[in-house]
């Protein structure tokens, strides 16, 4: 053999060597990655779980303040209540105790509104003849 044959026989061993070390390499920055997202997966999973959570109890809580409206206007005959609340699309979702505070001083501003009708109420009541909302 040659010193050009043992010269690339070496140069062969080397470029086998590296493209081994690289192939090791490049299987545990995949491991590692792997394991990345599986813990990013776990993670995003655990927030949708909390979202779906805190969609249900906002759903519950709207639908909730809903009923009772519809209990203070039942007797108003000519007020349409509208559909029941649905979720908004475009709301932040970071704001959604801010969203659902806000109904509270709603919903007593239309309690006062319908007390204050009441007199109205009773009077049309009186005049079907049917007894008046309490």
Do not use: F
């Amino acid at each position: 053999m040659t010193d050009d044959g043992a010269t690339a026989a070496m140069r062969y061993k080397e470029i086998i060597a590296l493209s081994r070390g690289s192939a090791e390499n490049l299987r545990a920055w995949e491991l590692a990655r792997a394991e990345e997202l599986t813990g990013e997966i776990e993670e995003a999973e655990t927030a949708i779980e909390t979202a779906k959570e805190r969609e249900a109890r906002a759903a519950e809580r709207a639908t909730r303040w809903w009923k009772m409206a519809l209990h203070n206007i039942q007797g108003l005959l000519w007020l349409d209540p509208g559909d029941e609340p649905r979720p908004v699309l475009t709301a932040r979702p970071a704001y959604l105790e801010r969203y659902l505070e806000e109904v509270k001083p709603s919903y007593q501003e239309l309690v006062q509104a319908v007390l204050g009708l009441g007199w109205r109420a009773k009077r049309a009541a009186s005049k079907r003849g049917e007894q008046p909302p309490a």
